[in-house]
């Protein structure tokens, strides 16, 4: 990984560390930062705050998002490059403490109009109760996930 004043690309996680599949985005994380470096690449853990993502967009022109996500089916992989017609709920003052990532990314969309904005994610069952790990059938993604992510980040590099 680069320092952060070099880094073109950055791989945001998204979720919660104590709620299951939720835990996704830090799982894939924690396993690029142990086995993969990746040239001009950041990594942060937005949490269960997405709306962080914004405060690390400066200078980058890539951001590649990593989540469990819901609606898709169970174990399904999926890569889609965000679109600006994605529909947000409106955004006001009284709830800004519950900006999700969709929201987030049309902000980010707004700020940096020509950030390419990745989303990468794994359907899962229903959220898991409190307390458990990762599922075992999202763990087994990871390998695959991050083939996916090192594939992404080397096509980028390449064109910027």
Do not use: W
């Not at 898991?128 to 993604?141: C, D, F, I």
């Amino acid at each position: 990984m680069t320092d952060s004043h070099e880094a073109d690309i950055l791989i945001a996680g998204v979720g919660h560390p104590l709620m299951g599949d939720d835990a996704l985005g830090l799982e894939v994380l924690r396993k690029i930062e142990e086995d993969a470096m990746l040239p001009r690449t950041r990594l942060f853990y937005a949490g269960s705050a997405p709306v962080d993502i914004l405060g690390e967009l400066s200078g980058v022109k890539k951001l590649i998002v990593i989540d469990a996500l819901q609606g898709v089916p169970p174990g399904a992989i999926i890569k889609k490059h965000f679109s600006p017609t994605i529909p947000a709920r409106e955004i006001n003052e009284v709830e800004t403490h519950g900006i999700g990532l969709v929201q987030t990314l049309c902000l980010a969309r707004e700020l940096m109009p020509d950030i390419d904005i990745i989303i990468i994610g794994v359907g899962t069952e229903p959220m898991a109760t409190p307390g458990l790990p990762l599922s075992q059938s999202l763990h087994e993604q990871i390998p695959a996930l991050i083939r996916i992510i090192k594939d992404e980040v080397a096509v980028s590099l390449t064109r910027m």
